[in-house]
């Protein structure tokens, strides 16, 4: 199952809102993850199930999606969000990652 | 807390073999699938490999499987990753990660494989 995600890279001002989605190429249900990960340092788990968001992440951030299409949405963009992002589906083998989004502030 | 420590990397030319280690620890082991990730140099991350709680099943990306082989000691609580016929592309930062149902939830911090002559 190949995931695509767009935009590859953003520009964003904080308190914008920022749209993120991931196109599967096949239904996946809702087995789709979304991760954050910050320069040099592993990744971290920010939804799971599509839109269920993990305990101590801020609820600026929130997904949606069910089937082949899917989003990531960060609601206010905060200084701490600049990152890469990544969806990932498990719902079958081989798992399989979405390009990667690297949101940067304008 | 669950703790997740990978260590083994290291730089290793073409054709040689490396075994990746991840002792795990603040929770139970058995219970939870485990998996490796990689990331090359500026890429994206890539699943590599999975292995069931209790090792009976095993899964790999085809761009490894005959050359790579997810092990875990369920008495130690350290999950493994041998890595044979080692070629240039599998230069990345490895992940060892614990999959809980339908998703990643615990990342340990990374070892360098450097593949090169």
């Known amino acids: 199952i190949q995931l695509t995600q767009s935009p590859s890279s953003l520009s964003a001002s904080i308190g914008d809102r920022v749209t993120i989605t991931c196109r599967a190429s096949?239904?996946?249900?809702?087995?789709l993850a979304w991760y954050q990960q910050k320069p040099g340092k592993a990744p971290n788990l920010l939804i799971s199930?599509?839109?269920n968001l993990q305990s101590g992440v801020p609820p600026r951030f929130s997904g949606s999606g069910f089937g082949t299409d899917f989003t990531l949405t960060i609601s206010s963009l905060q200084p701490e969000d600049i990152a890469s992002y990544y969806c990932?589906?498990?719902?079958?083998?081989?798992?399989?990652f979405g390009g990667g989004t690297k949101v940067e502030i304008k | 807390e669950v703790q997740l420590s990978d260590s083994g990397g290291g730089l290793v030319k073409p054709g040689g073999s490396l075994r990746l280690s991840c002792a795990a620890s603040?929770?139970?082991?058995?219970?939870?699938?485990m998996a490796w990730v990689r990331q090359a140099p500026g890429q994206g991350l890539e699943w590599v490999s999975s292995?069931?709680?209790?090792?009976?099943?095993?899964y790999y990306v085809d761009s490894v499987r005959g050359r790579f082989t997810v092990s875990r000691d369920n008495s130690k609580d350290i999950l493994y990753l041998e890595m044979n016929s080692l070629r240039a592309e599998d230069t990345a930062v490895y992940f060892c990660?614990?999959?809980?149902?339908?998703?990643?939830?615990?990342w340990g911090q990374g070892t360098l494989v450097t593949v090169s002559s």
């Open positions: 096949r239904d996946i249900n809702n087995v």
């Open positions: 292995i069931s709680g209790d090792g009976g099943n095993t």
């Open positions: 603040g929770f139970s082991f058995t219970t939870f699938a």
């Open positions: 990660a614990r999959v809980h149902v339908v998703a990643i939830d615990a």
């Open positions: 199930g599509a839109s």
């Open positions: 990932q589906q498990l719902i079958s083998y081989p798992l399989t």
